[in-house]
């Protein structure tokens, strides 16, 4: 366990780069480790690790994790899916939707990232073709259990991966808030250009409405973000341009300004980092 706490400390990312530690004589002495196990070492550890020790590693993660946050008020739950691409034969690894790889098998790790001090908090691991709107609910059923006492606020951010009205009705449904982007469909393109939007901050306008979009029980409130084309907008939201703008629309039941809810989203950026570092681990 030494040998893969130690490479975090110092900023590596990747199995790989680990060996120039075994020939670093000086780590070696300031650490007190007599030597440092090749790579391969650290991956047949951590593979017979992830069948016999991790339960027992996880119960003992939300002891330390409970210990740590104390008694804390609120909490953010930061929703990311990823497509893991495998170069081989690997079980349950089928061909799917690959952004960058294309043709090549894949699995789909799903996680629920704490916003607050950016710490795992629960996770699953799927088949590459598996859909994110049906793994999504059994993860938060998890999820929510996990929540001190003191929590009073619960708050939910996601991208489109995760726009499906089960998802909302069941965040709905433990009293918490959410800010998911909307998917742009056409009925909801026509609708943006002629919505009120007042300005919010420069080169920001913002505007919201009321809409039940096809399938969903009832209408959710909409809000939407329009700027001047040439500003580079927000990789995440980002779906539709139109008359020189872009648009970004997320659907959301926090009673704030919009700017706020706006920013409140894109502070969820972060967790886009945490899933590129586990990704290359």
């Known amino acids: ?119 795992g908090w629960e996770g699953s691991y799927h088949p590459g073709a598996t859909h994110v709107s049906t793994i999504t609910i059994p993860l938060l059923e998890r999820a929510f259990p996990k929540l001190p006492d003191s929590i009073r606020e ?13 998802i909302v009705e069941f965040i709905e449904g433990k009293r918490a808030s959410y800010a998911i982007v909307a998917r742009l469909t056409r009925p909801l393109k026509s609708r943006l250009s002629g919505l009120r939007y007042r300005r919010v901050s420069p080169g920001v306008w913002a505007g919201e409405f009321q809409y039940c979009p096809l399938g969903w029980p009832g209408p959710r409130r909409f809000v939407v973000i329009r700027r001047p084309v040439p500003q580079e907008p927000s990789a995440q939201l980002t779906l539709f341009r139109m008359g020189g703008y872009s648009y970004e629309a997320l659907v959301t039941n926090l009673t704030s300004e919009p700017l706020h809810r706006w920013r409140f989203y894109n502070r969820r950026a972060r967790a886009e980092w945490i899933i590129r570092e586990l990704k290359y681990a």
């Open 1 to 119: 366990m030494e040998a893969l706490l130690y490479p975090l400390i110092l900023g590596l990312g990747r199995i790989e780069t680990t060996e120039p530690l075994r020939y670093n004589g000086v780590f070696h002495y300031l650490a007190v480790l007599p030597g440092y196990p090749d790579a391969s070492t650290l991956r047949r550890f951590l593979e017979r690790f992830a069948r016999r020790g991790r339960n027992s590693f996880l119960r003992l993660h939300d002891t330390w994790r409970a210990t740590m946050l104390g008694q804390p008020s609120q909490a953010v739950f930061d929703l990311d899916s990823t497509v893991l691409t495998v170069y081989g034969r690997q079980e349950r690894a089928p061909v799917a939707y690959n952004p960058k790889k294309h043709g090549r098998p894949s699995y789909r790790p799903l996680l629920c990232l704490e916003g607050n001090p950016q710490d």
């Open 154 to 166: 619960v708050r939910v951010r996601a991208d489109a991966a995760f726009f499906d009205h089960k």
